[in-house]
């Protein structure tokens, strides 16, 4: 694992990892995803590419448990 600085103003309070990406909660309850976005996995509104750093996702509606 590789530990990386976003903001000294965002504290995670949990980490889930799929396959290809990872997705953390914040303490204040937002969602930021990073990996490889197959089928915009990380949640950003886009398909097809990656991102190596944490980002807010636009929206949870359709995430699956």
């Known amino acids: ?7 000294s103003e965002v504290e995670f309070s949990s980490v889930s990892n799929g396959l290809t990406y ?6 204040v309850g937002q969602i930021y995803c990073w990996g490889l976005n197959l089928n915009g996995a990380i949640g950003d509104g886009t398909y097809n590419n990656s991102n190596n750093k944490p980002g807010p996702i636009k ?3 359709q995430i699956i448990e």
């Not at 990872?22 to 303490?27: D, M, Q, R, V």
């Open 22 to 27: 990872s997705c953390a909660l914040s303490t």
């Open 59 to 61: 929206s949870i509606d």
């Open 1 to 7: 694992p590789k530990a990386i600085t976003i903001s």
